[in-house]
C-alpha cells in the first residue's frame, strides 16, 4: 500500500499538526459531498494555502474527515467493495481560504483503463491504432472477460471498412463504427457478471463472441453477451479456444443446418486450409462424410492431416466440367460462380456460401451471391443458402463436445501480440493462413 501524505505549507519534514488544526477550526472553509465510491462516504476540504489541481489518494477510512493527503493510494479492502490493487484518485482545485472551486471527482485509475485496439473512423488498417479505453462494466446479462487471448477473422475487415454500406445499416453503425473496438471472437477469464447472468461467475475460464451487444476483444477486457458464450473446452488452450466461435460456429452450421450432411455423404470443401475450411473439414468427418478439401498446393498435406479422404489443387482442378459431383459444396472462398458451383453438385445437392468478396459497395459479394442462391432455389431442386454465423450457446457447447471428443481441433498458425494486431490482419488479408491465427493478451 502507498503512503499519502497530507499537504502542508511547511517547508520541509513532517506532519505540520499546529497548521491543520488551526485550519480546520479557524479557516473559513466551503466542503462538498465526496462521492461513493463502493461503500465509503464522506465530505472533503482542501487544506489552507493549495491553490492548484492537485490529485491525491483516497485517505484510510480512520483519516478524519477534512485531512485531504497527497498521491495515489490503494484503496483499503475494508473500506471498499473493490480489488485491493484499485487506486482512486482525487482532483480538486482549491480557493485559498479551505475551499474546492471545482467538484472533487473519484476514479479507479488501475483498473479503470485498458489497452484496446480502436479505430474512430471507416477505412484502411492503417485507421486502426493501440489506445487506453475505459474498461467495460458488467451489464444485465452480460459478462466482462479478462480476455487472454483473441481469433483474427475476416469480419473484422467489414467493420474496419465499413463495407458493404448495407452492414452499416444492420447495426454497426453508419457514420462511423458503433464498436470502436476490433475484435469478435475471444477467450478469458470471467472478471466480473451482469445480475441476470446464471451460468458464469469470476474465474470461470470461457471463449465466446462480442456479437453486436458486447465490445471488441482486441483488448485486455471485454463485454461479452452471456447467450454467446461457453466454458473453455478441458483440453484446449485459452489460446486455442479464442480461434474457435466465430468460424467454428459458422462451419458448424455449413455443415449440420445447410448440408444437412449424412454418413457417407460425398462434400467438397472449397478453401478447406483456412478458418472455416479447415473446421469444416472436421466437422464434416465426424459426421461421417467422405470429404475432398479444394485448396492450394502448399495445404495439401495439412488438409489431408485433418481428416480429409482427399485433397485438390484449386489451381489444377476445374469444377466447371462436371466431371466429378458432390452432395455437399461448402464455399468459403467465394471466389466462383454460382453456375459452376451447381455443375459440381449432385441433382439434389446443397450448397452452403459461407463467403463472397468483391460486389458492389452497398451490397458486396456475399449478399449479392446470397440472394441469387436464394432466387435459384425456388426453381431448382438442388438446395442454395448462404450461411451468417450465429455464435450461440447452443452451438459454442456443440462444438466443445467435439472438442472433448477429439473431433475437432483449432489448428493455430501464428500468435501475434496485441501490439501486433494490425500485422495480423495484413497477413490474415494475404490468405496464406492454415487454420487461424490469434492476437494473445498478457
Request: proline share 6%.
Amino acid at each position: 500500500m502507498g503512503h499519502a501524505r497530507v499537504h502542508s505549507s511547511r517547508p520541509e519534514g513532517g506532519l505540520d499538526v499546529d497548521r491543520i488544526e488551526h485550519t480546520l477550526e479557524h479557516a473559513e472553509r466551503r466542503t462538498m459531498e465526496r462521492p461513493t465510491v463502493g461503500n465509503l462516504q464522506g465530505r472533503v476540504s482542501c487544506p489552507y494555502g493549495q491553490s492548484s489541481d492537485r490529485d491525491a489518494g483516497l485517505p484510510p477510512c480512520n483519516t478524519p474527515s477534512g485531512v485531504l493527503v497527497s498521491g495515489s493510494t490503494p484503496t483499503p479492502p475494508q473500506c471498499v467493495d473493490r480489488p485491493p490493487e484499485t487506486t482512486v484518485t482525487w482532483s480538486c482545485r482549491c480557493d485559498g481560504n479551505g475551499g474546492c472551486l471545482t467538484r472533487v471527482r473519484a476514479r479507479d485509475s488501475i483498473s479503470a483503463l485498458m489497452k484496446a485496439l480502436v479505430q474512430e473512423a471507416y477505412g484502411p488498417i492503417a485507421n486502426l491504432r493501440l489506445a487506453e479505453r475505459e474498461k467495460p462494466a458488467a451489464a444485465d446479462k452480460m459478462v466482462v472477460v479478462r480476455i487472454r487471448a483473441a481469433g483474427v477473422d475476416p469480419s473484422i475487415w467489414h467493420l474496419m471498412t465499413g463495407r458493404p454500406y448495407l452492414i452499416r445499416l444492420m447495426g454497426l453503425g453508419f457514420s462511423k463504427p458503433k464498436m470502436p473496438v476490433a475484435g469478435w471472437d475471444g477467450a478469458g477469464v470471467v472478471e466480473s457478471v451482469g445480475s441476470g447472468v446464471t451460468r458464469f461467475k469470476p474465474g470461470d475460464e470461457v471463449f465466446g463472441s462480442s456479437g453486436m451487444t458486447g465490445t471488441g476483444t482486441f483488448a485486455e477486457f471485454a463485454l461479452l453477451p452471456e447467450e454467446s458464450c461457453a466454458p473453455k473446452p478441458a483440453n484446449l488452450t485459452l489460446e486455442e479456444a479464442a480461434a474457435l466461435p466465430v468460424s467454428g460456429c459458422t462451419a458448424l452450421q455449413a455443415v449440420r443446418d445447410v448440408g444437412t450432411i449424412a454418413p457417407d455423404a460425398q462434400v467438397l470443401v472449397i478453401g478447406a486450409g483456412g478458418g472455416v475450411g479447415h473446421f469444416a473439414v472436421q466437422i464434416a468427418k465426424a459426421h461421417r462424410a467422405k470429404v475432398t478439401g479444394l485448396c492450394g498446393m502448399s495445404k495439401l498435406d495439412f488438409v489431408r492431416a485433418l481428416g480429409a479422404d482427399d485433397a485438390l489443387d484449386y489451381a489444377r482442378e476445374s469444377l466447371a466440367n462436371g466431371a466429378q459431383r458432390w452432395d455437399v459444396i461448402i464455399d468459403t472462398a467465394g471466389r466462383r460462380p454460382l453456375a459452376e458451383l451447381r455443375r459440381a453438385l449432385s441433382r439434389t445437392g446443397r450448397l452452403a456460401i459461407v463467403g463472397g468478396e468483391g460486389g458492389n459497395p452497398w451490397t458486396g459479394g456475399f449478399i449479392e451471391r446470397t440472394l441469387a442462391a436464394s432466387l435459384l432455389s425456388l426453381v431448382s431442386a438442388q438446395t442454395l443458402r448462404g450461411v451468417t454465423a450465429k455464435v450461440t450457446a447452443t452451438n459454442l457447447l456443440f462444438l466443445k463436445e467435439l472438442v472433448e471428443a477429439n473431433k475437432l481441433r483449432p489448428v493455430i498458425d501464428r500468435r501475434y501480440p496485441l501490439d501486433q494486431a494490425v500485422e495480423a490482419l495484413k497477413e490474415l488479408e494475404k490468405g496464406h493462413a492454415r487454420g487461424k491465427s490469434v492476437v494473445v493478451i498478457d
